[in-house]
């Protein structure tokens, strides 16, 4: 065996085959694989092969639908067939939810150009005769579902990589990882060492332990899952063509032709974990014992559609172990404070993934970032809050309701709650409705005596609605006060702050006492993070960031400090909590409580103030408001953050001080046009693409992405963040991300978020749309529940479009 490679692959299942392919595709030929026994002697080799596009986030779809459309290449390319049929699937709809859960996938497929739609209930039955249509509502067809032999992908990756010059060792198990003091990595086998730049833990059912190897924990847990095939069925023996893949939201199950006779996969009722405290090492091309009775409530389902599933003679029984994270996508990328360290880890629909996770850790590691944002699928996305009783909770939860509807701005309870404010039980007695934030609780809505203290959820306006209402109301006319602790707290200092943070973001560095908003590109000019920057000194920043991406932006930042110790960047966002108050009268407020000058002149909008507030001898006060009210942001220490809601909660009583949650938040930013990260703003598009190119200032010096940056600027973007504006046409429902957006019937963009705009009185959404469709005013339609209601396109803020208020 070699002892030097550039990549040494863990784990020679789809995805490290896939990975190693995609490696070598792209020109890293000097790449090993390293497989413990036979390739795919995790999950892989017992998989149901079943195949589809159609999901979310939209980016998930993107690369679900590269996969797929890698088989026929990857067929010719290794000269190994993939046994990939396309013989497309149906989605069943049985109730109205469903029916509207249809027409969701259908307008959300648009935006990537994955193709699906209605069919016709006596089309369905032709092209499925097994299928029994008394109840079916509605009937989406997907042509992109199929299914594969998941052997023959995984050995046709390895082939094909293998040709183009890439290694793969089987019964080569890896024994020990090592990180040496230059950074490259040691990797022990009984057939020797080898060195390498960047290791890949692409080990499945053991990614735990290969984990362990580097001294790290990753949140994964196996589970049991079943699928049965049958024997021959008459009608499909009797069928000349191939029976489409059937499934139906809430169905719990999947179904596909196998032979002559039926696969059919369920998601139990009752999960069952398997090996919570670590895979057996010597676990390989092995079952686990099955029980049909455990696919009991699925197979009732199944049967509903297809009767003949009843009568036909079981084949064979699988119950195989497959390993999930909490929200059961993968964990992929650069494990945080390791070097060259990728996890592709978690995978759990490898047949539908593979191809796009091998794409994009290959561009990952060769190109430095990927070609799309994965933050759903980064290994970042959790912290050490998602322990074990987590991640079992959630694992338990999202596999028992794999197949259910998810309704806009759903929450889940399980495993929660982990983290709480201090002022959390102070806010429950307030009325506060949760939601969950990087392992916090944090309010999203406050029930009035009126209302339940939680959300009923529906594709229509919620539960929350009015009372969201209200707290808008406060906003534009009282004073609201919001828990804001859920923002990531950054603290950069040293003698190299300025020129690094200089280097590190777009915008000029604010003078001390002053704030500014500023974009952090990628080297190829994707947006990276958007931040608001104080400067509470020369050399001492204050920075604050989206909370569910501060271990994305930890990495990121870590990984470009300069080695000499002149600059150091803490994450306080634990530590440190938040409370904004936000209205016109929040400057009396803040006056009441706080030690310093507040006046409108000595505080002036996007400036920062160190000063007592309340009990705590210094807060960081920054004068800003997502709302688009005059509004300051009050950070302290955790500690702290009773004493001041307290003081706040007592001294506003009399000015109207009203609890808000981030619904209303929601609401406002959306009025005001402020696009948020991870919904409106990712790495999938430059800062002048969506709004942000007046932060971008290329005259100021060299930083990160400016060249790409300014090119970007000179070739104008290839779509642009505008406002919305939607007719009411008598329905109560509003936009929440996804929806296809058309102008003179042709797709011209779609939405990012959405929400009632309380203050103006409209239903409003942020989105993007294509340069040629962009015009101020010009008239549009917005796909809301599957219905195009006419909108209006707003360059502009549509509330307080001078900025005002913020100003006062
Ligand atoms: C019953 C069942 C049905 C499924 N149906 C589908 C489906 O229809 N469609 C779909 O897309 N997905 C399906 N899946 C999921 C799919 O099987 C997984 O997503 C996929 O196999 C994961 O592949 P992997 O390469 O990540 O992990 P694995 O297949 O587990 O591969 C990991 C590999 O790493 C090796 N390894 C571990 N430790 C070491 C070490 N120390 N040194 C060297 N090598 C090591 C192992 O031997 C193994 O070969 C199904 C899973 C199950 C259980």
């Given at each position: ?33 390293l497989?413990?026994q ?85 089309e ?13 509502k ?71 332990e ?30 000349e ?44 091309h ?74 994009t ?99 229509n ?51 001390p ?31 604050l ?40 009268k ?80 929601l ?60 007719e ?23 939405v ?28 549009l ?28």
């Amino acid at each position: 065996m070699e002892s030097h490679a550039r990549v040494v692959v863990i784990g020679g299942g789809v995805t490290g085959c896939a990975i190693l392919y995609h490696l070598a595709k792209m020109g890293w030929r000097d790449v090993v694989l390293l497989e413990r026994q036979e390739l795919t002697s995790g999950s892989s080799w017992h998989a149901a092969g079943s195949l589809f596009a159609l999901t979310s986030p939209s980016n998930a779809a993107i690369l679900q639908k590269y996969t797929i459309g890698l088989y026929p290449e990857l067929e010719a390319e290794s000269g190994q067939s993939c046994g990939y049929h396309p013989v497309g699937g149906i989605h069943l709809a049985r109730t109205e939810d469903q029916v509207m859960a249809l027409r969701l996938l259908h307008s959300r497929g648009k935006r990537n150009g994955i193709e699906s739609e209605f069919i016709s209930i006596a089309e369905a039955q032709r092209i499925a005769p097994i299928l029994k249509t008394d109840g079916i509502k509605a009937v989406l067809h997907e042509p992109l579902k199929g299914y594969c032999d998941p052997a023959s992908v995984t050995q046709a990756y390895a082939k094909a990589a293998r040709d183009l010059g890439a290694k793969v060792h089987r019964f080569t198990p890896v024994t020990a990882t090592r990180q040496l003091p230059g950074g490259e990595w040691e990797v022990e086998t009984p057939a020797g060492n080898i060195r390498c730049e960047y290791l890949v833990n692409a080990a499945g059912l053991w990614a735990r332990e290969v984990a362990a190897l580097a001294g790290i924990d990753l949140p994964l847990m196996p589970v049991e899952h079943h699928y049965m095939v049958t024997e021959a069925i008459p009608e499909i023996a009797a069928f000349e063509g191939e029976i489409p893949n059937i499934s139906e939201p809430s169905g719990g199950y999947y179904c596909r032709q196998e032979g002559k006779g039926l696969l059919l996969g369920a998601y139990e009722a009752h999960c069952v974990h398997w090996s919570e405290d670590g895979t057996p090492k010597d676990f390989g091309h092995e079952l686990l014992p099955n029980d049909i009775s455990r696919m009991e409530e699925n197979l009732g389902r199944a049967v509903q559609s297809m009767p003949c599933l009843e009568s036909a003679g079981i084949k064979r029984i699988i119950n195989g172990p497959m390993i999930f994270s909490p929200d059961l996508g993968p964990l992929l990328g650069p494990y945080p404070g390791l070097k060259n360290y990728f996890c592709a880890c978690g995978v759990m629909s490898g047949f539908n993934q593979g191809g796009g996770i091998g794409r994009t850790l290959a561009e990952w590691m060769i190109e430095g970032e990927p070609s799309l944002d994965i933050f759903f699928w980064d290994v970042a996305r959790f912290g050490d809050w998602a322990g074990k009783r987590f991640t079992k909770a959630r694992t338990k939860y999202f596999y028992e309701h794999r197949t259910d509807i998810i309704y806009p701005f759903q929450e889940f309870a399980a495993g929660r709650p982990i983290r709480t404010y201090p002022i959390h039980d102070r806010v429950t007695k307030a009325g506060a409705v949760f939601g969950f934030n990087y392992g916090f609780e944090f309010p999203l809505w406050y029930a009035r005596r009126q209302d339940s203290q939680e959300d009923r959820y529906g594709f229509n306006r919620g539960n929350w609605f009015e009372a969201v209402g209200e707290e808008c109301r406060a906003l534009a006319e009282q004073v609201g006060l919001l828990e804001i602790s859920t923002f990531a707290k950054y603290e950069v200092s040293g003698p190299g702050a300025a020129t690094w943070l200089d280097r590190l973001l777009a915008n000029r560095l604010p003078k001390p006492g002053k704030t500014v908003l500023a974009p952090m590109l990628s080297p190829k000019g994707r947006l990276l993070g958007d931040f608001t920057v104080s400067r509470l000194a020369e050399d001492r920043f204050m920075i604050l960031g989206s909370g569910p991406a501060q271990r994305f932006h930890m990495r990121y930042f870590e990984s470009r400090l300069p080695g000499d110790g002149s600059v150091k960047v803490e994450n306080l966002s634990a530590r440190w909590c938040g409370l904004h108050i936000a209205g016109p009268k929040a400057r009396s407020l803040l006056q009441a409580v706080a030690e310093g000058e507040t006046g409108a002149n000595a505080f002036p909008f996007l400036s920062v103030r160190e000063m007592a507030v309340g009990p705590c001898p210094k807060a960081v006060v920054v004068r800003i408001s997502f709302t688009g009210e005059l509004g300051y942001e009050i950070y302290m220490p955790a500690e702290y953050q009773r004493s001041i809601y307290d003081e706040l909660w007592s001294t506003g009583a009399d000015l109207g001080l009203r609890h808000v949650g981030s619904r209303a938040l929601l609401a406002c930013r959306i009025e005001k046009g402020f696009a948020s990260w991870g919904a409106d703003l990712t790495s999938d598009y430059s800062p002048f693409e969506s709004n942000l190119g007046r932060f971008v200032r290329l005259d100021k010096g060299d930083f990160i992405g400016r060249e790409a940056a300014a090119a970007d600027a000179k070739a104008g973007p290839r779509e642009r963040l505008a406002s919305f504006a939607i007719e009411p046409n008598g329905a109560d429902a509003d936009c929440f991300g996804g929806e296809a957006v058309y102008r003179d019937g042709k797709l011209a963009g779609y939405v990012t978020s959405g929400s009632y705009g309380h203050r103006t009185g409209q239903s409003l959404a942020l989105g993007y749309v294509k340069p040629p469709f962009f015009e101020d005013g010009a008239a549009l339609e917005v796909e809301v529940l599957g219905e195009r209601r006419p909108a209006r396109l707003s360059a502009r803020s549509l509330y307080d479009p001078e900025g005002e208020k913020l100003r006062q």
